[in-house]
């Protein structure tokens, strides 16, 4: 039991309830306050700036989720490496696999953040952004750029540091700079007057305080992950991070997928006032994500430990609570949001004016996919976690492009008012339905052979 009680928590014995709430109670807040920075960015700027400055930044915010997806891969990639590592005694190469991640992902980052200072406008286009949005888009991308070059470092602290025991610390990674982002927000935004740029800026600045705060972590608190540098086996270490976490990155590129083509077809059926309506969809999507994604971070490293460890039963029984908590997560999202449309578009734009009536008609049927989405990340969590990677990505594919691409084009077409609002609740429960039909047939071929 030595490794378990160095790592802070006794993944190997510790009774499975006890463990996930301990882990899951903090990462919900971190990740509810994490969210938070995007939702207040948008009230801030819709507040100051209008439709425009709400839409620009949607328009933004696919490349956001991009990097997001870069951290998370090697982020999950590593923690799962290291949870199966230390559950077989070797603290050595856990912390080998966390180093490498982070060396390898920030030389990804520094040639992007060149590549966007070099071509913002080109970006900008390539998002989909309009003559009129342009200036407000490019305020808002120059200004983001150093804080994506911190968040791929911040999205893989917080997931070792999980691992490593201490989902409080992590918990303060995420909260202390999402105030310090809603103070610096408001000021930049509302006294100095600065808009998009202004909130650009406030996001930065707490990335960058995320990101020393994990750096100050892994220096001073770890219990038995710290920064180890080894060249030996590098680039076999980070392809198999790559490998289990990829479905975590496509996960964010179908986010930006979404994003994408929603902005597209509702620029096409309702011009610059969908877009606006279609980003306060967009900016609830990050939250529901959060709170999903908190119950499969919660589960993952007590699953990939006793896998590691070949606790079958325990692995199960954890699997299985992240599922029941992921239904009811999902149950309490959806009723917020189809219950309090009106007030949520008053928070960032007048729910009177064509883009708020527009959002806030639609905002009830798009929060059904709330339902299937968080049981959805926990099965494609769990597939992680247990090192089916292939079987993970192809069912992020799935949900975030396959079905809802199609879907989002072909909808609209059939019911024009709602179907545009329908086509990601549609892709989740059709992705969900696949989901539980190829997990029964597993679960019989394996009671057959046993």
Request: hydrophobic share 55%.
């Amino acid at each position: 039991m030595e490794h378990t009680e160095t790592t802070g928590l006794d993944y190997a014995g510790g009774k499975i309830s006890r463990l996930f709430s301990k882990i899951f109670f903090p990462t919900l807040l971190g990740m509810i306050f994490n969210a938070l920075i995007t939702i207040i960015d948008g009230v801030f700027v819709g507040r100051s700036v209008g439709p425009d400055g709400i839409a620009a930044v949607n328009i933004i915010a696919p490349l956001f989720m991009v990097v997001t997806g870069c951290g998370l891969m090697f982020g999950i990639g590593s923690s799962v490496i290291a949870g199966i590592a230390i559950a077989r005694g070797d603290a050595r190469r856990a912390s080998v696999s966390t180093t490498q991640a982070c060396v390898f992902s920030l030389m990804l980052i520094s040639a992007l953040t060149a590549s966007l200072l070099l071509f913002r406008h080109d970006t900008a286009r390539l998002l989909g952004c309009s003559d009129d949005l342009m200036p407000h888009a490019i305020d808002y991308l120059t200004w983001l750029i150093p804080g994506i070059f911190f968040l791929i470092f911040e999205c893989i602290g917080m997931m070792v540091i999980r691992l490593d025991g201490s989902p409080k610390f992590a918990m303060y990674c995420n909260i202390i700079p999402a105030v310090i982002n809603i103070a610096l927000d408001y000021y930049l935004v509302f006294p100095c007057g600065m808009g998009v740029k202004g909130a650009a800026i406030a996001t930065s600045a707490s990335i960058a305080i995320g990101a020393a705060m994990v750096l100050v972590y892994f220096m001073r608190f770890s219990y038995i992950i710290k920064f180890r540098w080894s060249s030996r086996g590098f680039a076999a270490n980070c392809m198999r991070q790559i490998r289990i976490g990829s479905s975590a990155f496509i996960t964010e590129i179908a986010m930006s997928v979404m994003m994408l083509t929603g902005n597209y077809v509702f620029m096409q059926y309702y011009g610059d006032t969908g877009v606006a309506a279609f980003s306060i969809a967009c900016y609830l999507f990050p939250l529901m994500f959060m709170i999903s994604n908190a119950v499969a971070q919660s589960a993952q490293p007590i699953i990939s430990y006793n896998y590691g460890a070949g606790a079958t039963n325990r692995v199960s029984h954890a699997f299985r609570l992240s599922l029941k908590v992921a239904a009811l997560c999902g149950l309490i999202s959806f009723a917020s949001i189809a219950l309090g449309a009106r007030q949520i578009v008053s928070l960032f734009i007048s729910p009177d004016c064509p883009a708020g009536r527009l959002a806030t008609a639609g905002l009830p049927v798009y929060s059904v996919c709330a339902l299937f989405f968080a049981v959805n990340i926990s099965f494609i969590g769990y597939y992680q976690s247990i090192e089916k990677a292939l079987k993970a990505m192809v069912l992020t594919l799935m949900r975030g492009i396959v079905v809802l691409v199609p879907m989002f084009l072909l909808l609209p077409r059939i019911a024009p008012d709602r179907g545009v609002w329908a086509a990601i609740p549609l892709s989740e429960a059709s992705t969900l339905a696949i989901i539980c039909a190829t997990y029964q047939l597993s679960a019989r071929k394996f009671a057959r052979f046993s």
